[in-house]
């Protein structure tokens, strides 16, 4: 039987909480697939923290090398791509997680914020997805972005946040469109609620957690693991005919606005009305 080709994986964003879980997402599917698997795990810097998550990979039985860069920087992006071929050839799946929200009014956000957030959470993934065109069209491999409900349903008070993460998923359903005669699949998957260092704080506070988790069908709030699997899945041969499709990660809670207005008939037994 012919042994299936060889995954390599660079995932920006490696060192936060999604994209932690989404490296050990996809050792878990390799392993299922008897598949070899090399990440190339990207983060912001060098330094301790990706050299610790290159030593846990390795550990937990993937191939791994660091790589490191700003990806707001186009000529960093460029050389994240270059340095991950250089350590292991041509990438078979891109995975665009890096990003960052901020809080910021609309009506007041300076420009250099509106420009930051577009730069970070779609500029980025246009640049990483522009250089890394050529390998994955060698391998017919694929790109998978992190996009947000956020990018689903406006975020009032997140400035530019809801715009650059809808953006993104049109951006990658317009990339799906114009690459897939290159054989290269491009997707999305947008987080609900997930706990990560970067929400932490919020579920630290017990009853803002329980609020948040009495609005979520399916009672709790969102590992990255969950957001991983999706990830992992998207990436695999398994989804060799999908692409330009977005996968919603959130446990059901951007499809349940109707059912929290007063008065309807359906609403499910969850605990709104006792939110203070
Ligand atoms: N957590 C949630 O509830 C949630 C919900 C919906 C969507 N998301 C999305 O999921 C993705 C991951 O979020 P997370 O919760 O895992 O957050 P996180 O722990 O803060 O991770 C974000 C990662 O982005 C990287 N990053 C930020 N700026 C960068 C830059 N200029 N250059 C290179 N890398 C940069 C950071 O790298 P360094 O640590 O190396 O600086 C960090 O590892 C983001 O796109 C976020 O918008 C999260």
Redesign the pocket.
Known sequence: MKSPLPIHALV????????RGICFALIEQARKDGTSLLISAA???PGE?LDRLVDELRAAGAMAYGVA????DPAQCAAMVAQAQAQGGDLTALVC?????GPGRLADLPVAQWDRTFN??TRSAWLMAQTAREQLARTRGSITA?A???GLTPQPGYGAYSAAKAALIMLCRQLAQEWAAEGIRVNTVC????R????EAVYQDETTLQQRQALVPLGRIGR?EDVGAAVAYLASAAASYVTGQNLVVDGGISDHMLTMIPGRPGKPPVMHAQIP
């Open positions: 920006t964003g490696a060192t936060g909480g999604i994209g983060a912001s810097q923290r860069g700003d990806i707001s997680n890096a990003g960052a929200s970070l959470n992190v947000s409900m956020s987080p609900g609620m997930i990560t260092p970067l929400t990255a």
